[in-house]
């Protein structure tokens, strides 16, 4: 996250809204209070990330999110965190989804969360933002900048330096790369 702090956003990622990158809240993995006891306990022992956001009833109804850590300390303890999920509830804010790709991004960083919440005008919840989401949109801005600068750096008739060819860990690309990947 320290490097990124010193990421120059250039112009074309700054014209991103939140809802340019958020993931639909159709595709977002998540808890219904409404839910039976089992399900939740289903979507909580198969659920890859750090937390989970919380809905009751109606999907665009966002209430909050849970972090899986503290559900596995809760099950070593010989507790079922499943049959009363509020008590391990955190709320977040919610970004609205005309807000610029550097404010959810300091969002983010700031407050050290895996993801945050969009929301419409009305308030409800449309869908999510997460740590990569935000670092897949920085790789494609650095990896077109590193293909601008290279293609500034012909030399010849339209040939490459090999040097010019080292991607970001200092290897050398294959033969034919035209270009430095970041």
Known sequence: MENLTRFDWNKEILEFTASDIMTQR????????????????????GFSHHTIPVVK?????????????????????????WEDIQKYCHAIDGLFDIDSVDKVYQNLS????E??????????????????????LLNKGSLRLAKTRMASRKYGHGKFKWE???????????KGDKYAYI
């Not at 700031?110 to 969360?113: A, D, S, Y």
């Not at 993801?115 to 897949?136: A, C, E, M, N, P």
């Not at 010019?164 to 294959?174: K, P, T």
Request: proline share 1%; net charge neutral.
């Open 115 to 136: 993801l945050v919440s969009v929301v419409d005008q009305h308030r409800d919840f449309i869908g999510v933002i997460t740590q990569k989401d935000i670092y897949g």
């Open 57 to 81: 009833g109606i999907y665009n109804n966002f209430i909050s999110v849970v972090k899986i850590n503290e559900l596995y300390e809760a099950l070593i303890q010989n507790k079922k965190p």
């Open 110 to 113: 700031k407050r050290n969360l």
């Open 26 to 45: 159709n595709k977002v993995e998540l808890i219904n209070l409404d839910w039976s006891e089992d399900h939740i306990k289903n979507i909580i022992m």
């Open 164 to 174: 010019d060819r080292r991607n970001c860990y200092g290897d050398v690309g294959q």
